[in-house]
């Protein structure tokens, strides 16, 4: 009989657990409106509002526990030139050019003023911009990974964050897509590789835990 995956991936180690740090950051990933609106081209349906409504409860803990919040978001000039062979192999996000209202925080994830935006124009929250720098400075050993969409700058981000030595937490009903197809299938890899998956509860838990030791 033929293994299955999960007894192959199983049998050669994957999907080990990490030792999660004692300064964790909660990242939030692209909430933007351009993934809520049904006109817009880059709506993602149910999968993202899912993540949205886990991020808004896993937010609310991390300000309460003192933990550090940092959003990003894409912006591009008009007619993207900054966003490069990106921009050119996917139209829609075209959506994102400076002054689209559609670029904005989704209603329910806004940010407050002492909170960081990264501006970013690839995929990866890390590529391009300070975000490493950032979280090294604060003293952050453990990012708690939150957006859109899995597939696409979740997954950059979760490279990223694991490859500049960050011990990676993707809350997995705190990501979305817009298939389940593509949403499992990263997750399972991401898990394999790169990170731990956690669901909002067991983030939650953890930031709780790390309070009370502090």
Request: proline share 5%; net charge negative; charged share 20%.
């Amino acid at each position: 009989m033929t293994e299955s995956l999960d007894e192959n991936y199983a049998r050669a180690g994957y999907h080990a657990r990490q030792e999660w740090g004692s300064r964790p950051a909660l990242l939030l990933v692209d909430f933007a409106r351009a993934y809520f609106e049904p006109d817009s081209p880059l709506y993602g349906g149910e999968g993202c509002v899912t993540a949205r409504d886990h991020a808004a409860r896993l937010l609310d803990t991390a300000r309460q526990t003192g933990t550090p919040v940092i959003f990003t978001e894409v912006r591009y000039i008009k007619g993207g030139a900054d966003g490069g062979v990106f921009f050119k192999k996917a139209p829609p996000l075209k959506v994102m050019e400076w002054g689209s209202p559609l670029g904005d925080l989704v209603e329910g994830l806004e940010r407050r003023p002492e909170e960081i935006m990264v501006t970013k124009q690839y995929p990866s929250a890390f590529f391009g911009t300070s975000l490493a720098a950032t979280l090294t400075s604060m003293g952050v050993d453990t990012v708690l990974l939150t957006g859109l969409t899995t597939s696409g700058c979740i997954r950059a981000t979760c490279v990223d964050a694991m490859s500049h030595g960050f011990v990676t937490l993707v809350v997995s009903d705190a990501v979305g897509d817009r298939a389940e197809g593509p949403h499992e299938a990263n997750l399972f890899d991401m898990s394999a590789k790169y990170a731990d998956l956690v669901t909002t509860s067991e983030a939650v838990d953890y930031l709780q835990t790390i309070q009370r030791e502090q």
